[in-house]
């Protein structure tokens, strides 16, 4: 929340868990609430080892796509094939939620700043083409990765 009260009246919040807006109801009337989209955290080693049961989905999903494609995993790729893959990805998303056009141009500035802000990014290739990609950042806190990742819905 903005720290002056006066500015209450008006704030838009954004990216808040359900437990921060119950909280905030008892301080202010919200008048309207959307979910639009989620951002996953995860602890590193929770991330890398996948050895929780909520992470049972994942590992599912992972054997399914080592067993099926023959793939490469880079951390750099041609600037070129990773725009052709974000419009291709763009064509395909049905869904534009409030904050789309935000976090695809976010996306965009990202993988052009990538090095003066240590983000990190890794690719995954099928035949010569890209079919994915996952850039973070590391917090200096407890060793957290915020991992955002896009998939390609179609192999064409």
């Known amino acids: 929340m903005p720290r002056s009260q006066k500015l209450w009246p008006n704030a838009h919040i954004l990216w808040t868990k359900e437990t921060d807006i119950e909280k905030l109801k008892k301080k202010v009337e919200i008048k309207l609430t959307v979910s639009i989209v989620s951002e996953y955290m995860y602890r590193t080693k929770k991330f890398i080892d996948l050895e929780d049961s909520q992470m049972k989905k994942f590992r599912k999903l992972i054997r399914q796509f080592k067993h ?69 950042v590391k917090f200096k806190v407890d060793n957290f990765y915020v991992i955002t990742g896009e998939k390609k819905g179609s192999r064409e």
Do not use: P
């Not at 993988?111 to 240590?118: N, Q």
């Open 68 to 136: 099926n494609y023959s793939y490469s995993v880079d951390y750099e790729c041609d600037r070129d094939q990773v725009d052709h893959f974000l419009t291709k990805w763009l064509k395909q998303q049905k869904v534009k939620t409030a904050t789309f056009w935000d976090s695809y141009h976010y996306c965009h500035y990202c993988l052009d700043h990538k090095r003066s802000y240590g983000i990190k990014t890794v690719y995954v290739e099928v035949a010569g083409k890209l079919v994915g990609m996952a850039m973070g």
